[in-house]
């Protein structure tokens, strides 16, 4: 069952962006949502602050339907499961961190951009990737829309 507050001009506006990656129109996204009883005041002022394109296309994405939204807990659930790990920057290992959704969906834009992989250190993480890569890329063509190549097994490094 969809929410009340998916009404059919929120969606509109959700499709609109998600087709052209314009995501310009969030104000406009927070007030149709507000029309439509939409009943946490939290998105909706994040919605009309000044989002980063990565924050704009996972705010649309939890809003626009079940499928879209259950992808994005799904990459984040992933990126909690990678755990601490270091990134190529510049041919060099950076620090360990925290993997968390904006890290782990910028890491893919840029590798799909040419550039190079996410690094994690684990004998658990070793043993499950195939399954947690093939699960990544499902989530991360239905938030973003962009379809990785079918060489995307690549992406993860493991030093293990």
């Known amino acids: 069952m969809s929410e009340p507050w998916r009404t059919t001009t929120v969606v509109a506006l959700c499709e609109a962006m998600r087709q052209?990656?314009?995501?310009?129109?969030?104000?406009?996204?927070?007030?149709?949502?507000?029309?439509?009883?939409?009943?946490?005041?939290?998105?909706?002022?994040?919605?009309?602050?000044?989002?980063?394109?990565?924050?704009?296309?996972?705010?649309?994405?939890?809003?626009?339907?079940?499928?879209?939204?259950?992808?994005?807990?799904?990459?984040?659930?992933?990126?909690?499961?990678?755990?601490p790990g270091a990134m190529v920057n510049k041919g060099e290992w950076d620090t360990p961190t925290p993997m968390n959704y904006q890290r782990l969906i910028g890491a893919a834009d840029e590798w799909l951009n040419g550039g190079e992989g996410v690094y994690h250190r684990s004998d658990s993480w070793e043993e499950s990737f195939p399954s947690r890569a093939t699960e990544f890329w499902e989530a991360y063509h239905i938030v973003t829309g962009r379809k990785p190549s079918d060489d995307t097994e690549s992406f993860f490094v493991c030093s293990c």
């Open 20 to 83: 052209s990656r314009d995501y310009s129109a969030t104000p406009i996204l927070a007030d149709a949502l507000e029309e439509a009883e939409f009943p946490d005041m939290e998105v909706l002022k994040q919605l009309r602050s000044v989002l980063e394109p990565w924050q704009a296309e996972r705010m649309v994405a939890l809003v626009y339907g079940v499928k879209t939204a259950d992808a994005v807990k799904r990459i984040e659930v992933i990126a909690a499961w990678l755990g």
